[in-house]
Structures are given as C-alpha cells and as structure tokens.
C-alpha cells in the first residue's frame, strides 16, 4: 500500500471513528433529555391524578372525568379501583393489547419504562383514594426522534466522508509531490545522473523542505565524496606510476654494481667506489621510502593532532639546525616572541625542515634566505623565501606535486621529489592553505597559512 493511500485511509478512519463516537454521544443525550422531559410530564399527569382523586372515585361512573383529563393527548390512563375494576383511557389512536398495572409491579411515584405489544410505554404509579392509577405515554415519539437523529447524521457523515476523502486527497498529492520529486532524483542518480538534485519547493519550517534540504546535502556530501575517491584513484595511480618510476633508477644502478661485483669485473682499487655507490643508491632509495610511507600514513590518517603549538620556537629551532649544517648559510629569522596554534608539533617541525632543506639543496651556499612568522586576522602566516634561481611559472604551478622537480638549473641535487609534496599534505591536513610565488628580485618564497590560530 503506498504512502498516499494509507495516509487517505487513515485520514477517513480517524474521522469515521470519531463521527460516530460524537453520533452515538448525542443520540444519547438527545434520548435522556427526552426522557426527562416525558418523566416531567408523566409527574404532571400523575400530580393531577392525585389532585382530583376524590371526585374521581365518588361517583358511579371515574371514566367520565378521565376523558376529559387525557383527550386529546398521547396519555394512556389505567385505573383499578378499590374493589378491583379496571378502567383504561387514552387519547391516542393505539393502545397496548396488554395492561400495563400488571407491569408496574407496585412501583409508585417513580417513572419506569415497560414492554408491551405496541411499544415501550414510560409510566408512573400514583395511589389515589384507595385506587392505583397508571399513567404513560409512549416512547415511540422518543425513538423516533433518536433514529431521525441518527438517520441525519448518517447522511451527514457520509456527505463529509466524501468531501473529505476529495479535499484529504487533493491535499495529501499536494504535500507528498516533493517525495515524489525526491524519489525521481534518487532514480535519475542511481541511473548515473549524480549532478541531479531536488527542487525545493517548501521552507525549512516544514519538514518536507527540512527532508529536501537533507537530501539535497547528502547527495552533494556523496557527489563530493565520488569526486575525491575518483581524484584519490587517480593520483594514486600516478604515485605508483611515480614511485616505480623512482625506484627503478637506484634499484638498476644497484643490481649492475651488483653484477659487477659478482662477476669479478670490479678491481681492487675501484671496489671502494663502487660500495660508496652502492651504498648511495640504497641510502636514496630508503629515503624515498621513508618519504612515501609518510605520505602514505598522511593518506590514511588525514587528521592529525590539534594541540597548542608555539610555532615560534618550531621555526627557531628548525632554523637554527639548517645553520648547524650549513654554518655559512646566512638565514634571517624575523618571528615574535611566542605564537601558538593548534596542530600537530611533529608534522610542523617536518614542513619547517623540508622548507629549508629545499633551501639548502637548490640554492648557493652564499645566497641568503629570510624565516618570516607573523600572526594576522587571518591566522599565522609563515614564509620561507631565498635569493637562489627561482622558477618559471609552469613549475610553480606543479612544485607541490609528487615526485617533480622543477627547474634543473636550481640543483642537481637528486632529490626525491617528495619534500614539498610532504609539505602541502600536512598543512591541508591541519586545515591550512599553502603556496609559492617568484621574489621580483629572483629567488622563491613558500608561505603557508594555519587558519587555526590560538591566542598566545
């Protein structure tokens, strides 16, 4: 059963149900007001009864002033008098074929309801000068009246029942067409149209728009989250096609000095040069593998830690040991006394050391390079810009890439290819931006950004 159709059937039993709690009550009420009424009358009647007792029993012949007391009316009075004889009167065309003394059963002053052949009869029982005098009317006018009520509200009911079953119906398409709208999309989507969404056609008071925002949210969240596995598929086919690549150049030269070795084609006094080489090789292949399983761990576990770092003495100290390996490099730190963030203290210490060895490996000893740290409105800002090459703008735009190299002229260092790429990882794993540009005076400056700033 759909949705629609069981909200319609429920509208109706809902309204049925209480259509006839609320028809049952009033008949109710509608016959035991009734009633109260017929009581009242029948205490009238018997009042006057007992009001004129004595001159209704003196005489030979009670049935005379009798008649006059009942006609015209619906009352049906009984009489047995004293010595026993029965006297009926009544104003109505029908009268029961049964007496109804007989019915009583001695109950007086108290208006009942009895039985007889031509329908139930509400009576009261007077005892006037030594006689019992029955006094009734018939509950047929009541009934009637109860069955004429429920007869109209019958006819009513079903008239609203058709008329709301109309409007319910028109009102529940109208509310259920954005399900309608969701369920194409869900359809159009799993056909392979990820770019569909639904149409918001309600505000975010109802909770039909409240639905279609949410829906709308998960799809582009699902949209967003195909597009990275897709670009992470790609990329990382092309690291594997990078990593072979890198390994395949140490690991040749390492199997040839190898083969050279075993075959005795080596001699004495090249040995040493070619063990130096060989051990150049794998000391640059395990460098790139510790590289790759860095990266790699950064792929996996994307967040890092978020705890108060002083970015200060991060740069401080990074730069302090890129001076002890160079001690003629000449490296100018401006930075303030203290700058906290919230990050990872190990993976910054990485970006600081990769900043500057990328310093060290592509520029000449004697070009200097300047540390700058400063904390602005928009988080902390940190540049690392040297005086060397440079590079051309197609290389700026690819240098945070794996494995590539940028302008030969810079070094002929050997490097992996991997120490910017390390770089921009972990600062878009600590939610931050990074970038590099060309000095106008030659030389290139690396900044990166922490959004996440804390006060110091």
Same mark, same amino acid.
């Given at each position: 059963?759909?949705?629609?159709?069981? @909200?319609? $059937?429920? &509208?109706?039993?809902? /309204?049925?149900?209480? +259509?006839?709690?609320?028809? #049952?009550?009033? =008949? %109710? !009420? *509608?016959?035991?007001?009734?009633?109260?009424?017929?009581?009242?009358?029948?205490?009238?009647?018997?009042?006057?009864?007992?009001?004129?007792?004595?001159?209704?029993?003196?005489?030979?012949?009670?049935?005379?002033?009798?008649?006059?007391?009942?006609?015209?009316?619906?009352?049906?009075?009984?009489?047995?008098?004293?010595?026993?004889?029965?006297?009926?009167?009544?104003?109505?065309?029908?009268?029961?074929?049964?007496?109804?003394?007989?019915?009583?059963?001695?109950?007086?002053?108290?208006?009942?309801?009895?039985?007889?052949?031509?329908?139930?009869?509400?009576?009261?029982?007077?005892?006037?000068?030594?006689?019992?005098?029955?006094?009734? @009317?018939? $509950?047929? &006018?009541?009934?009637? /009246?109860?069955?004429? +009520?429920?007869?109209?509200? #019958?006819?009513? =009911? %079903? !008239? *609203?029942?058709?008329?709301?079953?109309?409007?319910?119906?028109?009102?529940?398409?109208?509310?259920?067409?954005?399900?309608?709208?969701?369920?194409?999309?869900?359809?159009?989507?799993?056909?392979?149209?990820?770019?569909?969404?639904?149409?918001?056609?309600?505000?975010?008071?109802?909770?039909?728009?409240?639905?279609?925002?949410?829906?709308?949210?998960?799809?582009?969240?699902?949209?967003?989250?195909?597009?990275?596995?897709?670009?992470?598929?790609?990329?990382?086919?092309?690291?594997?096609?990078?990593?072979?690549?890198?390994?395949?150049?140490?690991?040749?030269?390492?199997?040839?000095?190898?083969?050279?070795?075993?075959?005795?084609?080596?001699?004495?006094?090249?040995?040493?040069?070619?063990?130096?080489?060989?051990?150049?090789?794998?000391?640059?292949?395990? =460098?790139?593998?510790?590289?790759?399983?860095?990266?790699?761990?950064?792929?996996?576990?994307?967040?890092?830690?978020?705890?108060?770092?002083?970015?200060?003495?991060?740069?401080?100290?990074?730069?302090?040991?890129?001076?002890?390996?160079?001690?003629?490099?000449?490296?100018?730190?401006?930075?303030?006394?203290?700058?906290?963030?919230?990050?990872?203290?190990?993976?910054?210490?990485?970006?600081?050391?990769?900043?500057?060895?990328?310093?060290?490996?592509?520029?000449?000893?004697?070009?200097?390079?300047?540390?700058?740290?400063?904390?602005?409105?928009?988080?902390?800002?940190?540049?690392?810009?040297?005086?060397?090459?440079?590079?051309?703008?197609?290389?700026?735009?690819?240098?945070?890439?794996?494995?590539?190299?940028?302008?030969?002229?810079?070094?002929?260092?050997?490097?992996?290819?991997?120490?910017?790429?390390?770089?921009?990882?972990?600062?878009?794993?600590?939610?931050?931006?990074?970038?590099?540009?060309?000095?106008?005076?030659?030389?290139?400056?690396?900044?990166?950004?922490?959004?996440?700033?804390?006060?110091?």
């Amino acid at each position: 059963m759909s949705l629609r159709t069981s @909200l319609l $059937l429920g &509208i109706l039993a809902l /309204t049925t149900a209480v +259509l006839v709690v609320a028809a #049952a009550v009033s =008949a %109710v !009420a *509608l016959r035991a007001y009734l009633l109260n009424r017929t009581d009242d009358q029948l205490r009238g009647g018997a009042s006057l009864a007992s009001a004129r007792g004595q001159q209704l029993f003196n005489g030979a012949e009670p049935g005379q002033d009798l008649r006059a007391v009942v006609a015209p009316t619906e009352y049906l009075v009984e009489v047995r008098s004293p010595s026993g004889i029965v006297t009926r009167l009544s104003g109505a065309r029908s009268v029961p074929t049964g007496s109804l003394l007989d019915k009583v059963n001695g109950k007086t002053g108290t208006p009942v309801t009895v039985e007889s052949g031509s329908g139930d009869y509400r009576v009261v029982a007077v005892v006037v000068a030594g006689a019992i005098v029955v006094v009734g @009317l018939p $509950l047929a &006018i009541v009934d009637g /009246t109860v069955r004429q +009520l429920l007869l109209i509200e #019958a006819l009513v =009911a %079903v !008239a *609203l029942l058709i008329g709301l079953a109309l409007l319910a119906r028109l009102l529940v398409v109208r509310r259920l067409r954005p399900l309608e709208g969701i369920t194409s999309t869900a359809t159009a989507i799993s056909g392979g149209d990820f770019d569909r969404r639904v149409s918001i056609v309600d505000s975010e008071r109802t909770e039909v728009g409240r639905l279609t925002r949410a829906v709308n949210g998960m799809l582009a969240r699902i949209q967003a989250a195909l597009s990275a596995r897709a670009r992470s598929e790609e990329r990382l086919q092309r690291f594997v096609a990078d990593a072979s690549h890198e390994l395949r150049t140490p690991l040749t030269s390492v199997r040839g000095y190898l083969h050279l070795l075993s075959s005795g084609m080596v001699t004495e006094q090249d040995r040493p040069d070619v063990l130096r080489r060989l051990d150049d090789e794998t000391t640059r292949m395990g =460098a790139i593998v510790d590289d790759l399983l860095y990266l790699a761990r950064l792929d996996a576990e994307p967040a890092l830690l978020s705890q108060p770092v002083d970015l200060t003495a991060v740069v401080r100290d990074s730069v302090a040991d890129a001076i002890a390996v160079e001690p003629r490099r000449r490296i100018i730190l401006e930075a303030p006394e203290t700058c906290v963030v919230a990050g990872d203290e190990h993976s910054l210490r990485q970006v600081m050391a990769n900043l500057l060895a990328n310093i060290r490996a592509h520029t000449p000893i004697d070009a200097p390079s300047t540390v700058t740290l400063h904390n602005g409105s928009e988080g902390v800002h940190v540049e690392v810009a040297d005086s060397g090459p440079g590079l051309e703008p197609a290389a700026l735009e690819r240098m945070f890439d794996r494995f590539y190299r940028g302008d030969p002229g810079r070094s002929a260092s050997g490097g992996s290819g991997l120490g910017l790429a390390i770089v921009a990882e972990v600062i878009r794993a600590h939610g931050g931006e990074v970038a590099a540009r060309s000095n106008p005076a030659g030389g290139l400056t690396v900044w990166f950004r922490l959004t996440s700033s804390l006060p110091s």
